[in-house]
Nanobody, 122 residues
């Protein structure tokens, strides 16, 4: 299984972006997927996570009500819709997967993709 995140870019405060995570492999529906971010000089933190079934999601308090995670198993993609972006959302965003689990912290995920930069300008 390999993951590829894309969709980052430069956006103004209050703007929106949609990140996508493409997951290769035939068993996509058996993986929980999470989005993480790492700002310069800070530790990697979880942003949102979705279970393999799609029935469970979680969000960091800092993004609740602004970000939405959802998955499209037919396309083998997980999306992160980011609205009302703030300068503090600036970071490299990563997606990661864990087999048959609903991950809640970076250490629980064992498959990682390369990140995509999100920059929110004020």
């Amino acid at each position: 299984v390999q993951l590829q995140a894309c969709g980052g870019g430069l956006v103004q405060v209050g703007g929106s972006l949609r990140l996508s995570c493409a997951v290769s492999g035939r068993t996509f529906s058996t993986y929980g997927v999470g989005w993480f971010r790492q700002a310069s000089g800070k530790e990697r933190e979880i942003v949102a996570s979705i279970s393999a079934s799609g029935g469970s999601t979680l969000y960091a308090d800092s993004v609740k009500g602004r970000f939405t995670i959802f998955r499209d198993d037919a396309k083998k993609k997980v999306f992160l819709l980011m609205n009302s972006l703030k300068p503090e959302d600036t970071a490299v965003y990563y997606c990661a997967a864990v087999y048959l689990e609903f991950g809640k912290s970076p250490g629980e995920f064992d498959l990682w993709g390369r990140g995509t930069q999100v920059t929110v300008s004020s």
